[in-house]
């Protein structure tokens, strides 16, 4: 009877409980599995995978836009999102991955959002203006590459193309930059550029924002008018200006301590005013003149304005081709910035282009200071001493009263960069000083003046102006009697002071 009794209260006659008991796992499995794929259709619903990464797609762009990080580009994979492009800070890449990972909603598989934002693709680079891309021929036949592109791409498409037209003859490096001109294909107009120069047996292109401007010289006159169409393929919204030319007009060759004039002049009286320059600025230098007269540009009066420069060059050539006007050589840095600024003085037709090697000028004055020290405090000590070795035998003049320096003090200023140069880490005081002559409000003012004119040279020829700082004392602080001649020229000066980034 009891066996009975069990029987009747099984669940089936001939099934144990132990095979009921594992049944039961296998019953879960199932109903989970019904409904993770009820959950899932619910989930896509007519939309397939592919849809759904469109949709994440087109809502990350729009969130991109919308928060004004246009410099982001959103590939989705997915319903993962990967961003590139060049940001302006960090806090600007990390906004970007916000507003992607927020394009739908809070994010998440079973919304439908963004579940994960790579920005490994996304670089920080500052902004510049002007926004500047330069490509120059060497002598080599080679390309030197300088400047900047907006994104990897770009930049790799640059570099590509240059190998491409010039083999292993690619130098220089370019870096990434924000900034960039809209509307401007830059790829496109910088690779046009490399394709123009490789026509011409020396030449340059510069991109600057929206204008395209290539000189330099071709073989022929055929090949001139070719390279000069090729370069009207820039593309939309790029300005070109185009200054080929073929063979050379004129040249000035300063080789071996001796200058030579070839090609052809407007006039004798052209002719005339090039000597004469030649000769003020060159003196006991032999000058050959192998020129004549015939059909050419009326461009003596900027090449005599060039002349006295052009003298402190240790070597050098002056070429004239149409209306470019192109300087090569090796020259002092005082040398190639008056250079500069004589040529930016002059309005014509003309435009100069410059490929000068800077000559270090021998700082005799420092032998013996280790400006190579590595020490923090040794290598302040050393570059303060530097300056004071240098100020103590020469001296920065000016014109009366005024802040613009005497360019006879070039020698001495290219041996202030070339100091100055080798303590960019640390901060420089440039402090002007003045005699007693005078109502001490204006000499403050004049002192600062001719300190910020030093200043404002030291960074027009490589040093950081974040390092630098000029302060004007007058006649405080006075160096010598100023009740003499001496004394007071002794007291008109300029110092240096030199102490820790950190501390400033």
Same mark, same amino acid.
């Given at each position: 009877?009891?066996?009975?009794?069990?029987?009747?209260?099984?669940?089936?006659?001939?099934?144990?409980?132990?095979?009921?008991?594992?049944?039961?796992p296998l019953l879960w499995v199932g109903i989970i599995g019904l409904l993770a794929t009820v959950v899932f259709t619910i989930w896509m619903g007519p939309s397939s995978a592919s849809a759904l990464q469109k949709r994440v797609?087109?809502?990350?762009?729009?969130?991109?836009?919308?928060?004004?990080?246009?410099?982001?580009?959103a590939i989705a994979d997915g319903q993962a999102v990967r961003l590139e492009?060049?940001?302006?800070?960090? +806090? /600007?890449? #990390?906004? *970007?991955?916000?507003?992607?990972? %927020?394009?739908?909603?809070?994010?998440?598989?079973?919304?439908?959002?963004? +579940? /994960?934002? #790579?920005? *490994?693709?996304?670089?920080?680079? %500052?902004?510049?203006?002007?926004?500047?891309w330069t490509a120059r021929r060497d002598a080599n036949g080679g390309i030197i590459l300088g400047g900047v592109a907006p994104n990897r791409q770009t930049l790799g498409e640059i570099r590509q193309a240059a190998h491409r037209l010039y083999g292993g003859k690619v130098s220089g490096a370019m870096a990434l930059a924000t900034g960039a001109p809209n509307g401007v294909d830059w790829q496109k107009a910088a690779i046009t550029g490399l394709e123009a120069l490789q026509h011409l047996d020396r030449g340059s292109a510069e991109l600057r924002d929206g204008r395209l401007l290539v000189t330099g010289q071709a073989p022929s006159d055929a090949v001139a008018t070719e390279a000069s169409a090729r370069v009207s393929a820039a593309g939309d919204n790029v300005r070109i200006i185009s200054e080929i030319a073929g063979p050379s007009e004129w040249t000035a060759t300063l080789d071996n301590g001796k200058l030579v004039f070839a090609g052809k002049v407007a006039s004798r009286d052209a002719q005339d005013l090039l000597r004469k320059s030649a000769g003020a600025a060159f003196g006991a230098t032999p000058v050959e003149d192998n020129t004549v007269v015939g059909?050419?540009?009326?461009?003596?009066?900027?090449?005599?304005?060039?002349?006295?420069?052009?003298s402190k060059f240790q070597s050098g050539k002056i070429t004239i081709q149409g209306t470019a006007i192109t300087i090569t050589g090796k020259a002092p840095g005082s040398a190639l910035s008056y250079l500069k600024q004589d040529m930016d003085r002059i309005r014509d037709n003309f435009t100069v282009s410059y490929d000068v090697a800077e000559v270090a000028p021998a700082v005799t004055e420092i032998a013996g200071v280790d400006l190579q020290a590595s020490g923090g405090e040794q290598k302040?000590?050393?570059?303060?001493?530097?300056?004071?070795?240098?100020?103590?035998?020469?001296?920065?003049?000016?014109?009366?009263?005024?802040?613009?320096?005497?360019?006879?003090?070039?020698?001495?200023?290219?041996?202030?960069?070339t100091v100055a140069r080798s303590c960019a880490a640390l901060r420089i005081e440039i402090q002007g000083y003045t005699d007693a002559t005078g109502p001490r409000s204006k000499?403050?003012?004049?002192?600062?003046?001719?300190?910020?004119?030093?200043?404002?040279?030291?960074?027009?020829n490589g040093v950081a102006?974040?390092?630098?700082?000029?302060?004007?004392?007058?006649?405080?602080?006075?160096?010598?009697?100023?009740?003499?001649?001496?004394?007071?020229?002794?007291?008109?000066?300029i110092e240096f002071k030199v102490s820790m980034a950190e501390n400033n």
């Open positions: 009877m009891e066996d009975a009794r069990r029987i009747e209260r099984g669940s089936s006659p001939g099934l144990s409980m132990n095979t009921q008991e594992a049944a039961k797609q087109v809502a990350a762009d729009a969130s991109l836009v919308s928060a004004q990080f246009t410099w982001a580009k492009g060049v940001a302006p800070s960090d +806090t /600007a890449k #990390s906004g *970007a991955r916000a507003a992607a990972f %927020g394009a739908i909603g809070a994010g998440g598989p079973f919304s439908g959002g963004v +579940t /994960a934002v #790579s920005a *490994a693709g996304v670089d920080v680079a %500052g902004p510049v203006s002007p926004y500047v059909a050419t540009g009326s461009w003596e009066k900027r090449i005599a304005a060039a002349m006295p420069n052009f302040r000590a050393a570059c303060e001493e530097a300056f004071q070795k240098i100020m103590a035998d020469n001296d920065i003049l000016f014109d009366s009263k005024l802040a613009e320096i005497d360019r006879r003090s070039g020698a001495v200023l290219d041996k202030l960069v000499n403050i003012e004049l002192s600062r003046n001719r300190a910020e004119a030093v200043r404002d040279y030291l960074v027009q102006a974040s390092k630098l700082t000029a302060k004007g004392f007058g006649p405080d602080h006075p160096a010598a009697s100023n009740r003499t001649k001496k004394g007071r020229a002794q007291n008109r000066r």
